[in-house]
């Protein structure tokens, strides 16, 4: 009932930029945390970038002072800016949740903890 759309991802050069949409849709009543996982070619899912249930910002390592999280909570919406790219962050990138929603047309709200979004394929040549 509800679902998380990605969007923007692509095939960019070195040291280009790419900017990621998530937006949860279905009948949503709050979002606790929210963010940015990616998987590469026969490696685990690793954690990209979160806002935490608290409102404060988790980053990989790896990424921090190139990509940047945002998000619109009007919209529900998170948002990824990738900049400097290199070949190592080429992924498939999905987008998590932790949120309540609505069951159906009900006013009975229900948690789900860990939503996931199809993926987005993003590809850094070198």
């Known amino acids: 009932q509800v679902q998380l759309v990605e969007s923007g991802g692509g095939l960019v050069q070195a040291g280009g930029s790419l900017r990621l949409s998530c937006a949860a849709s279905?009948?949503?009543?709050?979002?606790?945390?929210m963010g940015w996982y990616r998987q590469a070619p026969g490696q685990q899912r690793d954690l990209v970038a979160r806002?935490?249930?608290?409102?404060?910002?988790n980053y990989a390592d790896s990424v921090r002072g190139r990509f940047i999280i945002s998000r619109d909570n009007a919209k529900n919406t998170v948002y990824l800016e990738m900049n400097d790219l290199k070949p190592e962050d080429t992924a498939v990138y999905y987008c998590?949740?932790?949120?309540?929603?609505?069951?159906?047309?009900?006013?009975?709200?229900?948690?789900?903890?860990?939503?996931w979004g199809q993926g987005t394929q993003v590809t850094v040549s070198s």
């Open positions: 998590n949740a932790d949120l309540f929603y609505y069951i159906r047309t009900t006013n009975y709200r229900t948690r789900a903890k860990d939503v």
């Open positions: 279905g009948r949503i009543s709050s979002i606790n945390a």
């Open positions: 806002f935490t249930s608290g409102g404060s910002t």
